[in-house]
Nanobody
């Protein structure tokens, strides 16, 4: 199983980034997907969640209206579009897959997002 995030980087306040999570080795549409962020010394926190079929997505209130989550089950990838970025969202962002009918889960290695002028 492979879960690989990409798209992180350094961006100025007000800028945008799109994170992508490419998955392989699992029946992708049988897994819910989510993005989480983590800063040093803190717990990993949920940012956005989307069901296996892509019909239901949830964004946490702190970034609702600025972040958009989508998935492409034909290409086995999940994307997090991040707009109007501010330094508060600086963190390592991780992609997670969680089996819809099992307790199986997989994490990616994370991608760093830094918002700074």
């Amino acid at each position: 199983v492979s879960v690989v995030e990409s798209g992180g980087g350094l961006v100025e306040p007000g800028g945008s980034l799109t994170l992508t999570c490419k998955c392989s080795g699992v029946p992708f549409d049988e897994y819910h997907a989510s993005w989480h962020c983590q800063t040093p010394g803190k717990e990993r926190e949920l940012v956005a969640f989307i069901t296996g079929d892509g019909n239901n997505a949830r964004i946490v209130d702190a970034v609702k209206g600025r972040f958009t989550l989508s998935r492409d089950n034909d290409r086995d990838l999940v994307s997090l579009e991040m707009n109007s970025l501010n330094p508060n969202v600086t963190a390592v962002y991780y992609c997670n897959l969680q089996g819809m009918s099992s307790n199986t889960g997989f994490w990616g290695q994370g991608t760093q997002v830094t918002v700074s002028s």
